[in-house]
């Protein structure tokens, strides 16, 4: 075995052996199909942490024909397959991970040559009989003509190049038209799997690698349930480690993927597998995303407030969904045509969340959501965290009932978020959700919930971790009354939605004079008998 060639289950078994595997062998399903098809191409993009050399050391170890590894697989998913060892272990593995070469060289030349010299070294090791060239793929056809015997090539951070190279384009050509010449129409090519966080780069009629299938977090396909963790897999990880599954998905759920299997429509609830692994193994839910990424990397986009950008990261950290056009994003982390851009690349990077098929973006989960918010404290958007750390103060002001000072806050929000158009009902709910920004700390709020005959505005369901804080309806009214609001929550049942709710609970009714520019707010409690 080698460090490239055929390097062995040492990794994958690292991942078997850990506290925590959850078994994502049913990827092996899929691109066994592909194999040997025109559609062997495969590359997958997803934000960091989310398994991706995992995925790569599972196919190095099932696929590598230098070592028999059916007891690592016969326990799993995969071997229930039919095809399950028609394809184990029959195939030369090559396995790179390209920031490896990139940090090692000073330029795209030097890279490629390196990792050029490293494979036909080891090439030659194995095949001393077939090869003289010092050409790659001259070297793997002369093999594949005298052996038959054919390559699965992985490539993991296959996208580095565009993250250190951002402005260098003939530098990225080269790259390109590298894996060009490597892989595409080579008979010696079984399975070419490349993973990263961006998609293939376009350069408008340069398509290098226009043979490649896109797995994508805008387009997972049918490899939508191993872009992570599943809801159902974390709901078994909670039960397991004895985990509140509610704070699992207010924490890191979030991520909405969506597959077609026929003409259906197939939602997964994905979740970042080490954030969830963190948080079962040390029984805390935190912020695990800055041990790999700081703000920094988000500061920078959100930063550049063209085309209204900052007025859509206000929406959304108020739970908005916002609207965006992927189309004209040119798959790099520079060519920014507009603000669809930045938030197509956020998707890419995991601070978004994208939900097909109405095309638009969220921010996913409270661990997210934090990192807006430090991102957000280190920039000139004083008025913006003003209102989340004030939002603290209001929503104790609204379970103390101080319907005065709950008026206050929202006037103060509404002063100091002036970017926001303010014309409606809908603008009106988007202050009062940042206004309450520190609520989810304790609730899940449903904007427009159900009930028995319409929809409340906003609701705050208590997690049952906090099952001691008030649940609370809240109505709102554009240029009418406060109170006539509380009439409508009891008059349309909205109380009903919350029928399996037991506990506290608050009706408020919130109002917005068009003349005076002020909040008016009237506040009942009342108790739901279980």
């Known amino acids: 075995m080698g460090n490239y060639l055929n390097p062995g289950s040492t990794l994958f078994r690292y991942s078997l052996r850990s506290e925590i595997y959850v078994d994502k062998s049913g990827l092996i399903e899929k691109t066994n199909k592909l ?9 997958v993009s997803r934000p960091r942490r989310f398994g991706k050399s995992m995925a790569a050391n599972m196919l190095a170890a099932y696929y590598s024909r230098e070592e028999n590894t059916e007891e690592l697989f016969d326990d799993l998913k995969i071997s229930k397959e039919v095809d399950y060892k028609e394809y184990l272990n029959q195939y030369d593995v090559i396995k790179i991970n390209i920031q490896e070469f990139l940090s090692m060289s ?6 490629l040559n390196m990792l050029q010299t490293r494979l036909l070294r080891e090439l030659k090791r194995k095949y001393p009989e077939y090869v003289d060239s010092e050409h790659l793929v001259f070297a793997m056809q002369d093999i594949y003509a005298e052996t038959k015997y054919q390559f699965v090539i992985l490539i993991d951070e296959w996208d580095c190049m565009f993250r250190e190279y951002k402005e260098d384009i ?14 595409k129409d080579k008979e010696y090519v079984a399975l070419a799997y490349m993973t ?3 998609p293939i780069k376009k350069y408008g009629s340069h398509s290098a690698l226009n043979m490649f299938t896109e797995y994508s977090m805008l387009n997972p396909r049918d490899m939508a349930e191993y872009f992570g963790f599943t809801g159902e897999e974390v709901k078994s990880l909670c039960s397991r480690y004895d985990r509140n599954f509610q704070e699992a998905q207010a924490w890191y759920d979030g991520y909405e993927l969506v597959t077609l299997e026929g003409n259906n429509k197939k939602t997964y609830a994905m979740y970042s597998p080490k954030s969830v692994v963190d948080a079962m193994l040390s029984g805390i839910y935190d912020n695990y995303w800055n041990q790999t990424e700081t703000y920094e990397a988000l500061k920078i986009y959100i930063s550049m ?9 206000v929406r959304m950290l108020a739970g908005d969904r916002i609207e965006i056009n992927t189309g004209t994003f040119s798959n790099d982390m520079t060519s920014f045509q507009g603000r669809d851009d930045i938030l197509t690349l956020l998707v890419h990077l995991g601070y978004l969340s994208y939900h097909w098929p109405d095309r638009t973006v969220t921010i996913p ?5 934090q990192e807006y918010v430090n991102a957000i404290s280190t920039m000139n958007w004083s008025e913006v965290i003003r209102s989340v750390d004030d939002s603290r103060k209001l929503l104790k002001a609204l379970w103390e009932m101080d319907a005065d000072t709950v008026a206050e806050g929202i006037d103060r929000a509404h002063n100091e978020i002036s970017i926001l158009q303010y014309n409606n009902e809908n603008s009106l709910s988007c202050t009062i959700n940042l206004a309450f920004y520190f609520a989810r700390e304790y609730y899940t709020i449903v904007r427009e919930l159900p009930s028995g005959k319409g929809f409340a505005d906003i609701c705050f369901i208590p997690r049952k971790l906090h099952a001691d804080k008030p649940a609370a309806v809240i109505e709102l009214k554009w240029d009418k009354t406060a109170s006539g609001a509380i009439e409508q929550i009891k008059e349309k049942q909205y109380v009903e939605a919350l029928k399996d709710y037991h506990g506290n609970l608050l009706l408020a009714g919130i109002n917005y004079d068009k003349d005076t520019k002020k909040h008016s707010c009237v506040i009942e409690k009342h108790k739901i008998e279980g």
Do not use: H, P
């Open 106 to 111: 000073m330029s795209v030349e030097e890279m």
């Open 365 to 369: 989960n409270k661990e997210v959501s």
């Open 196 to 198: 990263g966080i961006l």
């Open 305 to 313: 407030n063209v085309d209204g950008l900052k007025d859509a990261v």
């Open 170 to 183: 003939e530098s990225q050509k080269k790259y390109l038209d590298f894996l060009r010449m490597w892989l």
């Open 35 to 43: 194999i040997n098809t025109e559609q062997r191409y495969i590359c």
